[in-house]
């Protein structure tokens, strides 16, 4: 089956951007905004919960570079039998979700590849407000050619 969804999430949890990457799966948006809201509530209740979190990622792939040094804190995945949801939160807050097949295996670099997308066309456009939701040609391509839809 593959990847599933697309979900970015601001630093005040408000969703910004989501993609249905499979076309037989369907959300209504108030279901999208319900998810990432819920998700962002859970991820900040999980971070107080373990403030000492100590778990420092090698980087991507185990070796030095993306994620490289950066401290893990809160819900960074969350597997089950039907589906596997995986977080990335940025330096400046911003989650970006991917939920996947269970045996799907290239998910970190799928984050990767999309917090990049959302680093060249996103953050770097004049003309996007900060906590608006995304509306960038540019990054829709990057996202199409990320996942050959």
Excluded: W
Excluded at 26 to 40: P, V
Excluded at 101 to 114: A, E, G, R, V
Excluded at 116 to 121: N, V
């Amino acid at each position: 089956m593959g990847h599933l969804a697309i979900f970015i999430v601001n630093q005040n949890g408000s969703l910004v951007y989501h993609k249905v990457i499979t076309p037989s799966l369907k959300f209504a948006t108030n279901d999208t905004i319900r998810l990432a809201s819920t998700f962002h509530s859970m991820h900040a209740i999980s971070s107080q919960i373990t403030p000492n979190c100590q778990d420092i990622r090698a980087g991507f792939g185990g070796s030095p570079g993306f994620l490289a040094g950066t401290v893990m804190e809160g819900i960074n995945e969350i597997v089950t039998d039907n589906f596997t949801l995986k977080c990335f939160q940025s330096f400046t807050g911003v989650k970006f979700i991917l939920v996947s097949d269970p045996q799907q295996k290239d998910m970190d670099y799928c984050l990767k590849s999309i917090y990049e997308a959302y680093a060249d066309h996103v953050s770097k456009n004049p003309f996007q407000e900060a906590e608006m939701p995304i509306r960038s040609d540019l990054f829709e391509g990057s996202i199409t050619k990320i996942f050959n839809l």
